[in-house]
Structure formats: structure tokens, C-alpha cells
């Protein structure tokens, strides 16, 4: 009953449509992304090491690691093909409930996701929802150091991790 709108959400997600903010480490070879509010990051290693780099900044920062999805994985399951790409969930609790405290809906972006992909090019990519794009989405003007402060670990995590 909910496996097609299961997999047509994947497919929407996993085909670039979803949104790229344009702000990236690096440009060279990226591809083209249709993507409202999404901050991506070039990683300087393979998607296994990406992945592997990704939970490794997360401990280190002391932020809650909550599971990785691999989204291959689930596509297989499903008899549909996609490249790499692995969905970290991770956060803060005492700074995410805050978010939520204002606009209970903000739950649908908490725990932060953060995507990791492998392009048809072999380069890897992380990519997150921006945090003042997410304040927009859900009207919350009470919580601007919170989101500076997530957006600043986040940020500091996907360097971590792509570096």
C-alpha cells in the first residue's frame, strides 16, 4: 500500500530534485542539481571513506548518531538502480528540540540528513538542507543563533568529513 509513494519519494529524492543553494567547496566537474536550500560540499575521497569520514567528524564533534541509510541498498531492494548515495541522520537534541519547540512541523528536517553520493563522474558529494533555508521553511525568526550554530557544525562536519 505505501511502497509506490515509498519509491516514487526515493526516486524524486535521488534524481536531483532536490535542491542545490550553490554553495560548494569545489565546482570543477559538479554536476547539475535542481535543488532549492541544499548546501553541497566536494569530498576529496572515495564514497566509502566519505561515509566512513562522515560518522568519524560526527562522534568527534559529540553529536548524536542516530543511522545511515544506504539508499542503493533500498533501490536494489526495490528493482530499481541508482548510484552510491547514503543518507546520514545525526543532531543535537537540547539545540534540535528547540526547533521544534517553535514549529513542531520542523520535525520533518530534525534529526539533521545529511546525503552522501557518488556522481556519474566517480566524485563524491555531501549535501544538507541550509538551516536559514529551513528557518524560512517553517517561520521560525526566535531561534537565529540556534540555527547559526547548527548551520556552523554542520558545516564544520562535512569538512571534516570531505577533507
Not at 570543477?28 to 553541497?40: C, D, I, L, M, N
Not at 537534541?93 to 517553535?102: D, H, I, K, M, R
Amino acid at each position: 500500500m505505501f511502497a509506490r509513494p515509498i519509491l516514487f519519494a526515493l526516486a524524486l529524492a535521488l534524481t536531483g530534485t532536490a535542491a542545490e543553494a550553490g554553495q560548494t567547496a569545489s565546482t570543477s566537474h559538479a554536476p547539475t542539481v535542481k535543488a532549492e536550500g541544499v548546501v553541497r560540499i566536494r569530498s576529496s575521497h572515495g564514497f566509502d571513506e566519505t561515509v566512513d569520514r562522515l560518522k568519524a567528524a560526527i562522534a568527534a564533534k559529540g553529536v548524536r548518531f542516530f543511522d545511515a541509510l544506504d539508499q542503493q541498498a533500498l533501490g536494489k531492494e526495490a528493482n530499481l538502480t541508482i548510484g552510491k548515495s547514503v543518507i546520514v541522520r545525526f543532531g543535537n537534541p537540547p539545540l534540535g528540540v528547540q526547533f521544534l519547540q517553535a514549529n513542531r512541523y520542523a520535525g520533518l528536517d530534525w534529526p539533521v540528513r545529511m546525503l552522501v553520493v557518488e556522481e556519474a563522474d566517480g566524485s563524491v558529494w555531501l549535501a544538507w538542507t541550509d538551516f536559514g533555508f529551513m528557518a524560512k521553511r517553517y517561520g521560525i525568526t526566535t531561534q537565529d543563533a540556534q540555527f547559526k550554530m547548527a548551520a556552523e557544525v554542520a558545516g564544520a562536519i562535512a569538512a571534516d568529513a570531505a577533507n
